[in-house]
């Protein structure tokens, strides 16, 4: 245990030298610590227990083969919105396809049709699992489980240890597959992972029976400065270092300024309407998502990932999948127009929108044929979307076989043709950020094709 000298810490508790602290090296201390600073934020959203994309992404309207694309035979189409009837066997319906430029979309897109200009789809990417725990991890960090765990950093963190900054919040995973994987990671991007915002909330109440919230502060100064005495002669400098950044995020996450960004009724009156946040799905989650906005225009947070869930249905709750579906993008609609109307927090005349890269991705997706039960199975094909201003907006990339819904070949990568893969889009997604992929990635190749002119 470190020992505190009483006198020492009488003389922190004076107000002169309070004054010093807080102009001083602990003021200083997060910006010591990243020797890369970006302008640039991210945001990973995982839709937890894979999705049908042949309702959305996908779009399958003719039964070919093993498909049996989505209908009115085992589809609750009465709350989508975008559904309208096409002909498909004797009574029953299957949908009209929803083209935008050289998209095509069901109608489980819902509100983020109305963005598909940005959209960049990326459709026939190879799973190779059908495992949930597999398919989350290898969406996230480019590599399959081994023995049950993950043996690479995820996306989120890999973007945080390399563009921390001065961020309060290298990255908070609210759910996601996040993984702290790597000896070589800086303890300052250790994630955050908690279920919601009030979890946050709470682990900062404290009691005032014997102290209040200036007498803390005032011991967390002396804390942080004993760490900065210690960091002088210590061997054990990243450790001491740690706690100086804990102690000081701390007080900054208790501070007035950033308050309102752990209240869930000051989030849900920041961002989207209310009934967003009375969703049957998604309702809980648009907090999270608020929390995100809120916390970008603040500057505090460099990397947020989060969970949108509901989409494994082998039952007859498929019923409900299309439903999910369009209130998920209804949501990821809504969070793009809060960005586009906040300004950033650091580029003067700059929105924050035109700095905020965005992945959606899921365990994989559900079978082209119906099972006996009204549901889909688990299928190792997927799709991912990526909505960034570094990435071509309104594109399609890779593809599925019209006869059975597996991945194609969607170009020819350095071991040959293939389809694409989750390790293809986050070297892609890092690269793209001005981060060698290398340094975090075993496998994947950067896809040029989906990526902006420089």
């Known amino acids: 245990m470190l020992h505190q000298d009483r006198r020492h810490f009488l003389q922190l508790l004076s107000a002169g030298a309070l004054s010093r602290l807080v102009a001083g090296p602990i003021s200083r201390a997060l910006a010591a610590e990243s020797a890369a600073a ?10 937890s227990g894979g999705w049908d994309v042949t309702l959305w992404s996908d779009p399958r309207t003719t039964a070919t083969s093993v498909i049996d694309p989505p209908s009115t035979e085992f589809v609750d189409t009465a709350r989508l919105r975008l559904w309208q009837d096409a002909p498909l066997d004797g009574t029953t319906k299957t949908f ?4 935008r430029g050289n998209l095509r ?16 789809l990326i459709n026939g990417v190879a799973m190779n699992t059908v495992s949930h725990p597999d398919g989350t991890y290898y969406s996230s ?8 765990r993950p043996v690479a950093p995820s996306a989120d ?5 390399a563009l921390a900054g001065t961020q309060l919040f290298p990255v908070v995973s609210f759910r996601y597959p996040t993984a702290y994987v790597g000896s070589s990671l800086s303890p300052r991007c250790l994630p955050l992972q908690v279920d919601t915002v009030d979890t946050i ?7 005032q029976t014997t102290t209040n919230e200036t007498d803390r502060d005032a011991v967390n100064l002396m804390l942080s400065a004993e760490a900065s005495t210690l960091l002088g002669s210590s061997a054990l400098t990243t450790s001491l270092q740690g706690y100086k950044l804990q102690i000081e995020t701390l007080r900054k996450m208790s501070g007035d300024s950033l308050g309102p960004l752990f209240s869930s009724s000051a989030l849900k009156a920041a961002n989207f309407t209310p009934a967003t946040y009375a969703g049957r799905f998604q309702g809980a ?10 916390a970008m225009k603040r500057n505090a947070i460099r990397s947020i990932s989060l969970t949108c869930g509901g989409f494994d249905t082998h039952n007859t709750n498929y019923r409900s999948h299309g439903e999910n579906q369009q209130e998920t993008f209804d949501l990821v609609a809504s969070f793009l127009r809060a960005l586009d109307g906040a300004p950033h927090p650091t580029k003067a005349g700059a929105k924050l929108t035109d700095h905020v890269h965005i992945l959606i991705t899921s365990d994989f997706c559900r079978t082209p044929n119906i099972n006996t039960s009204g549901g889909r199975d688990h299928y190792p094909n997927n799709t991912s979307v990526i909505i960034s201003p570094k ?16 991945p194609q070949n969607s170009g020819t990568f350095a071991d040959g043709p293939r389809p694409v893969a989750p390790p293809d889009l986050l070297a892609t997604l890092l690269s793209s950020a001005g981060i060698d992929p290398r340094r975090y990635l075993r496998d994947g190749e950067v896809v040029s094709a989906i990526l902006r002119a420089p």
């Open 38 to 47: 970006s302008d640039d934020f991210f945001v990973f959203i995982h839709c």
């Open 96 to 99: 009209e396809p929803i083209v």
């Open 105 to 120: 979309f069901g109608p489980g897109i819902g509100g983020l049709v109305d963005f598909a200009d940005r959209l960049t």
């Open 141 to 148: 960090t480019g590599r399959h489980l081994s023995g049950g």
């Open 157 to 161: 963190v890999c973007v945080a240890d």
């Open 201 to 207: 909330a709470k682990s900062l109440l404290r009691a």
């Open 285 to 294: 989650t648009a907090v999270n998502f608020s929390f995100a906005v809120e």
């Open 391 to 406: 990435f071509r907006g309104g594109t399609s990339f890779g593809s599925s076989r019209a006869s059975d819904l597996l």
